[in-house]
C-alpha cells in the first residue's frame, strides 16, 4: 500500500510536527470532516500538522518524522510491521529506528482501533466494550487539577457517546463521570517506554471536538506529551 496524505500544511515555523490518524470502516464518524476540525485547530495552534487514514504512516521510516500521534482510528487492522513501528515509535528505544520517543493521543476511537493488537490496547489503557444510545447529558469532573493536562480545566456537562472500557491499568486518572452507581474513568495518562501516552472517551462529532474544554484538554495534552529534543541532555 502506498503511504498517502490526505493533506499536509508545509510550514514549520519551529513549532512541533503532529500526525493525525484516523478513519472509520464502519463510517460512523466521519474522518473527512473530523480531521478537518483536527487540522484547523491544532495547525491555528502554530503546529505542523499532518492528517492521513493510512497505516503505513506507523512504519518506522515514516513516523521518525514526527513529535506527536493523535488517533482517531476506529476498527482498522495493523499489519505486524505497523504495530511495531506504532510502538517502537511511543517507547523510544535510542537504538531504534522511529526516532525519539513520540507523544501518543486517543481520542475516543482510539480504544475500538486494532481490535487484533493486544499490545495496542495494553499501551492505550483500554478495550471498547460498549456504549449506550447518545443523547444523555454527562457531567464530567476533573480527578487531578493539579496535573498539566488539567490546566484551566473544570467540571463540565456535555453530550457525547458514553465509551465503557475493558481497563488495561496502570494509568493515572485525569477525568471521570459517575453513571449508574459507578465511576467510569474519561481521561487519563500513563508512560509506555521512553513516551507519553494520552486518551479520553470523548469526541464522538464535531461538536463534541469543537466544545471549548475539549479542545483546550487536547492541547494541554499533546504539549505535556511532548519530548523536547533536549529531554536526554539535562
Not at 499490545?119 to 469532573?141: C, D, Q, T
Not at 491499568?169 to 485525569?174: A, D, H, Q
Not at 472517551?201 to 533536549?230: C, P, V
Amino acid at each position: 500500500m502506498q503511504f498517502i496524505l490526505i493533506r499536509m500544511e508545509r510550514k514549520w515555523h519551529g513549532s512541533m510536527n503532529i500526525v493525525v490518524v484516523g478513519g472509520d470502516d464502519y463510517k460512523y464518524h466521519d474522518f473527512s470532516i473530523i480531521g478537518e476540525a483536527f487540522y484547523s485547530f491544532l495547525n491555528n495552534a502554530g503546529f505542523h500538522v499532518t492528517i492521513t487514514e493510512d497505516c503505513n504512516v506507523f512504519l518506522a521510516k515514516n513516523i521518525k518524522v514526527f513529535d506527536v500521534i493523535v488517533c482517531y482510528m476506529n476498527r482498522k487492522i495493523l499489519r505486524k510491521s505497523q504495530e511495531q513501528g506504532l510502538l517502537d515509535s511511543i517507547t523510544g528505544p535510542p537504538w531504534g529506528k522511529t526516532g525519539k520517543p513520540k507523544g501518543f493521543i486517543g481520542i475516543h476511537t482510539a480504544a475500538c482501533s486494532f481490535p487484533g493488537s493486544g499490545a495496542y490496547h495494553r499501551m492505550l489503557g483500554s478495550k471498547f466494550l460498549v456504549h449506550p444510545e447518545m443523547g444523555e447529558e454527562l457531567y464530567i469532573e476533573v480527578k487531578n487539577p493539579a496535573h498539566p493536562v488539567m490546566k484551566d480545566i473544570s467540571d463540565f456537562t456535555i453530550i457525547d457517546e458514553f465509551y465503557m472500557l475493558e481497563l488495561y491499568p496502570p494509568f493515572e486518572l485525569l477525568l471521570f463521570c459517575r453513571y449508574r452507581g459507578f465511576e467510569h474513568p474519561i481521561a487519563w495518562v500513563k508512560p509506555y517506554g521512553l513516551g507519553r501516552v494520552f486518551y479520553t472517551t470523548l469526541g464522538h462529532g464535531i461538536d463534541q471536538i469543537n466544545n471549548n474544554y475539549f479542545k483546550k484538554m487536547i492541547m494541554n495534552a499533546i504539549e505535556w506529551s511532548i519530548i523536547r529534543r533536549d529531554f536526554f541532555k539535562k
